[in-house]
């Protein structure tokens, strides 16, 4: 399994920065791109530079925050038609994303998207709903976390229960800010942390409480599980 930053805060020589978060994640069975970055321009650039095709299986937008859905009309230019899941959203950006050509399916219940894929319940935070991706190949799983605004040990935990798993190898997205128990839940979790985009204070706990489960990521990264 890979999972690629193809969009963050931060970014690797070559590659652009935005404040956002776009994730791509390919097993021998699916590719799900997870959110799209505010941009689609810079999304596109960066999957070129990346060498990463968006011709993927489907598509997830964690919550409808432009940050994780504007790169969206990227994916519709290489591949149209595609499903792209949303949580529970305003029926404006579903209708755009409908007017993109692509294909949303607006879901708030735990369930499976590709094959060792599985989307969390939507839950609520901080006024909005949002989900998390858990996926599994040979054994390793990797949980994909939008801005966590409902908390990321609570969501990492719903994404593991609809794969049916109870812990993971990684987890990588944004916490939010985080509170140390929240923190704490994730890690309890998880073995291994990449804190990006809106992580603040909770990546500087991770790193500092954990280190040697701390994973530095950014624009441009390629973690292999």
Not at 102 to 118: F, T, Y
Request: proline share 8%.
């Amino acid at each position: 399994m890979r999972v690629a930053v193809l969009v963050d805060n931060r970014a690797l020589e070559g590659f652009e920065s935005a404040w956002g978060l776009s994730l791509l994640v390919e097993t021998r069975s699916a590719r799900i791109l997870f959110d799209a970055g505010p941009d689609p321009e810079l999304l596109c650039r960066n999957a070129e530079r990346l060498g990463a095709s968006l011709e993927v299986d489907t598509a997830v937008v964690s919550h409808p925050h432009r940050d994780h859905y504007g790169g969206l009309p990227c994916l519709a230019r290489w591949a149209p038609g595609t499903v792209v899941y949303l949580p529970p959203s305003p029926s404006s950006l579903v209708s755009w994303v409908r007017r993109l050509g692509l294909a949303p399916v607006v879901q708030s219940r735990g369930m499976g998207i590709a094959p060792g894929a599985a989307l969390s319940p939507a839950l609520e935070g901080g006024g909005l709903m949002e989900h998390a991706l858990a996926v599994e190949e040979d054994g390793r799983v990797a949980v994909l976390l939008g801005c966590s605004h409902p908390g990321p040990g609570r969501l990492a935990a719903a994404a593991l229960s609809a794969l049916g798993r109870g812990r993971a190898d990684l987890a990588i997205g944004g916490l939010h800010e985080a509170p140390p128990g929240e923190v704490e839940k994730l890690l309890s979790l998880v073995e291994r942390v990449a804190p990006i985009h809106c992580s603040g204070r909770a990546a500087e706990y991770v790193a500092t409480r954990s280190p040697g489960r701390y994973l530095e990521a950014a624009s441009g990264i390629v973690i292999e599980l």
